[in-house]
């Protein structure tokens, strides 16, 4: 277990700002930031020809203006999508942001990352070992950095890599086998939905040493118990809901 202090917020962006802006892009990114938020979380996912994207789903229609499965998608396609029409006309031709766009454009704002790999397939080796070397050659203070999946075998091999960084094992319900988990990639936390943590899990969780950040809660009133229970940040889409947690 990763023991030193890393998260110095209570409030991270989800998807950057996925209510203030369209999801994982750029601009989301900045909204973030812009209300007040000092860490973000983003998810990097793998398309065709070893390309890294940010981007959350396993197809392309909820938020671009492409289609067919995200995996498969060519780079050179990816690079010409609207990602931000569909949230509104404001954003018509927002894109899908590469990890080294997205890396510069986080670290040029001064914010520390969340960085989710989004990654359901078994063969971990296509991702992570590449996303590991950008991180490695783009990425400077790694107490601003937390990188984080629901796919175990992901961190394995992140943990394998690279032990130095801090890992975070990502659930919905967290399970009976969830110390073995974390214990197994020196996990630094252990984030959840928030709504489905119950008080004397999220106690163990603290007791145990590790971290714990809630996910998605978009209204302050819905984690009042959460904050007593132990919770250390909540990863919401609207950073402006919880702004009385980033007062100083």
Request: aromatic share 8%; net charge negative; hydrophobic share 45%.
């Amino acid at each position: 277990m990763t023991t030193n202090t890393v998260l110095d917020t209570k409030v991270m962006g989800h998807r950057g700002a996925a209510l203030l802006a369209p999801e994982n892009t750029l601009s989301s990114i900045r909204a973030a930031a812009k209300a007040g938020a000092t860490w973000v979380e983003i998810d990097v996912y793998l398309i065709a020809e070893g390309g890294l994207v940010i981007f959350h789903d396993d197809t392309l229609e909820r938020c671009t203006d492409g289609a067919g499965e995200t995996r498969l998608a060519l780079p050179a396609e990816v690079a010409k999508l609207d990602a931000g029409g569909y949230f509104s006309a404001e954003f018509a031709g927002e894109k899908v942001p590469t990890l080294l766009e997205a890396l510069e454009c986080i670290q040029s704002l001064g914010l520390g990352l969340n960085l989710e790999i989004k990654h359901d397939g078994a063969d971990v080796e296509n991702i992570v070992p590449a996303v590991m070397a950008a991180l490695r050659e783009h990425w400077q203070d790694n107490d601003k950095l937390i990188i984080s999946s629901f796919n175990h075998s992901a961190l394995l091999l992140c943990y394998e890599i690279a032990d130095g960084r801090h890992l975070a094992q990502l659930y919905e319900a967290i399970p009976e086998n969830w110390q073995t988990e974390l214990a197994n990639i020196g996990a630094y936390s252990l984030n959840c939905d928030y709504s489905l943590l119950t008080k004397e899990q999220a106690q163990a969780v603290k007791a145990a040493g590790y971290k714990l950040l809630c996910y998605t809660a978009n209204d302050a009133d819905s984690v009042t118990d959460h904050w007593d229970w132990g919770m250390d940040a909540v990863i919401t889409d609207d950073p402006n809901k919880f702004a009385a947690m980033m007062v100083g």
